[in-house]
C-alpha cells in the first residue's frame, strides 16, 4: 500500500514537471486545473520539487482577480549529457531540464580505433561534469550513427567501422560513473526526438542528410523502433534496382548510393577537392558547397538538382507508406535547404529542414538524458537546507 502511494506520488511529481516544460511558468491554481489534481494535492508537491531543486518561484500572475505565485522549471538546475560521434569528430551537448542548450562542442578524433573514441567521450564527459553540480545531472546518452543494442549497450556502425563495440560499459569504466544511468541509442532516433520536443506532432519522420541515409518514424507520439530495433533503415530502399550504382550493402541502386552524403560530395567535385577532405567537419564542407553554388558553379547546381530530384523520389514512397503529418529533414539536406528542401504544399505532408542541422543526435541525446529526471523527479535526492546552489553558467 505504502508502495503505491509513493508510486502515485512520484507519477504526479512527473506530471506537475511535464506541465510546466509544456505551459512556462503557471501558478497553483493553473497547475492543478492542467493536471486534474486538487489544489491541497498540488501544494505539497510543488515543495517538494523546490527542495529537489527543480522549481523555482517567478513572480505572480491574476487568475479570476485573485493572485496567484507563479513557479518554473529552475534553468540549469538538472542537464543531460548527450555525445554524439561521426566519423573523425566527437560532440557534447548539455541540456537543461526547459530543454535549452548550455554546452555544445565539437572536437576531431580518430573514430576508426574505439579505445580512442571512448577515451575522447570520456574526457568530454568529465570535463562538462566539472561544471555540472554532481547532483545535478541526469544522466549521459551516446548517438551512434549505426545500429545499437540497448540491453547490452554496444553498437555496430560500418561508418565508424565498430563492431559490437561495448559503448556503455567502456564509458562506465572510464568515468567511474554508474552504469544505470548511461545508455545509447541511434542518431536518427535521438535526432527525431530533439525535433519532436521542438514541435510535438502526432506522426513525424525524421531523415539523416549524411552518409547513411537513415529515417526515424514517430507514430502517434511514439518512436516506432520495429521488431529487432531496425525500423527505419530507408537508405537502402532500392529505387533503382537495374541501373542503379553498386552500394555498400551489396545490391543496386539504393536510395543511399543517389542521395548520401557521399555520392552528393562526389557529384559536386573530382575526389582530389578539398570538400572531400576528412579534417573538415561536415558543416564546413557545406559552407564551401553553398558558397560555390551561390556563385552560380554549374557542377555544384547539377548536382543539387540531380539531388533534390532523387530526394523528393524517396520521400514520395515514405508519404506513401507512412502520410506523417511532417517531414523534417537533418544533416547536409538542412544545410542545403535552398537548394534540396521542396517547396511548402497545401494540404499532406510538410517537409521542413531541421534547424539544429548536424547537432540534432547530439541534441537528442542530451534531451533523452535529461528525460530521466523529467519521467521520475523523484530520483534526484532532496537536499538538506533546501534548493540547491547554481548549475552551469
Ligand atoms: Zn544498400
Known amino acids: 500500500m505504502q508502495a503505491q502511494t509513493e508510486g502515485r506520488r512520484d507519477a504526479n511529481l512527473a506530471l506537475l514537471l511535464r506541465a510546466l516544460r509544456a505551459r512556462g511558468p503557471l501558478s497553483r491554481t493553473q497547475l492543478a486545473d492542467w493536471s486534474g489534481l486538487s489544489k491541497a494535492t498540488v501544494a505539497p508537491l510543488l515543495t517538494d520539487l523546490e527542495h529537489r531543486g527543480l522549481v523555482e518561484r517567478a513572480g505572480t500572475t491574476t487568475t479570476q482577480g485573485r493572485p496567484g505565485r507563479l513557479v518554473r522549471l529552475r534553468p540549469g538546475a538538472v542537464c543531460g ?23 555544445r562542442r565539437q572536437v576531431a578524433c580518430d573514430t576508426g580505433v574505439p579505445e580512442h573514441a571512448l577515451d575522447r567521450l570520456a574526457d568530454l564527459t568529465r570535463r562538462v561534469l566539472d561544471d555540472v553540480p554532481r547532483a545535478g545531472w541526469a544522466g549521459v546518452t551516446v548517438a551512434i550513427p549505426g ?22 560499459d567502456g564509458l562506465a569504466a572510464r568515468t567511474g560513473l554508474p552504469i544505470g544511468r548511461l545508455d545509447l541509442d541511434t542518431e536518427a532516433n535521438l535526432a527525431a526526438c530533439a525535433e519532436h520536443d521542438r514541435d510535438p506532432v502526432d506522426d513525424l519522420v525524421y531523415l539523416t542528410g549524411d552518409h547513411d541515409v537513415t529515417a526515424a518514424v514517430i507514430a502517434n507520439g511514439a518512436l516506432v523502433r ?40 562526389h557529384a559536386c567535385a573530382p575526389h ?14 557545406m559552407t564551401i558547397v553553398r558558397t560555390r553554388a551561390e556563385r552560380g558553379d554549374a557542377r555544384t547546381l547539377d548536382a543539387l538538382h540531380r539531388t533534390a530530384e532523387a530526394l523528393a523520389r524517396g520521400l514520395a514512397v515514405l508519404t506513401t507508406l507512412l502520410d506523417p503529418g511532417k517531414i523534417v529533414l537533418g544533416g547536409y539536406f538542412a544545410a542545403l535547404r535552398d537548394w534540396l528542401v521542396p517547396p511548402p504544399r497545401h494540404g499532406g505532408t510538410a517537409v521542413t529542414a531541421s534547424t539544429l542541422g548536424f547537432a540534432a543526435g547530439g ?11 523529467l519521467d521520475d523527479p523523484a530520483a534526484l535526492p532532496v537536499e538538506a537546507g533546501g534548493p540547491r546552489g547554481g548549475g552551469p553558467a
Not at 81 to 103: A, K, N, S
Not at 147 to 165: E, K, M
Not at 272 to 285: I, K, T
Request: charged letters at 25%; hydrophobic letters at 40%; glycine letters at 14%.
Open 226 to 265: 520495429g521488431a529487432d530495433d531496425h525500423a527505419g533503415e530507408v537508405g537502402h530502399l532500392a529505387l533503382d534496382p537495374l541501373g542503379g550504382t553498386y552500394c555498400a550493402c551489396g545490391r543496386r541502386g539504393c536510395w543511399a548510393t543517389q542521395v548520401g552524403l557521399d555520392a552528393f560530395l
Open 272 to 285: 582530389h577537392d578539398r570538400v572531400h577532405d576528412p579534417a573538415l567537419s561536415p558543416g564546413e564542407r
Open 81 to 103: 549529457i548527450g555525445l554524439d560521434v561521426r566519423p573523425g569528430h566527437l560532440g557534447v551537448t548539455v541540456t537543461d531540464l526547459t530543454g535549452e542548450t548550455r554546452v
Open 147 to 168: 545500429r545499437v543494442d540497448r540491453v547490452t549497450g554496444t553498437a555496430t556502425s560500418a561508418r565508424l567501422r565498430w563492431r559490437d563495440v561495448a559503448v556503455v
Open 363 to 373: 541534441v537528442g541525446a542530451a534531451l533523452a538524458a535529461v528525460r530521466r529526471v
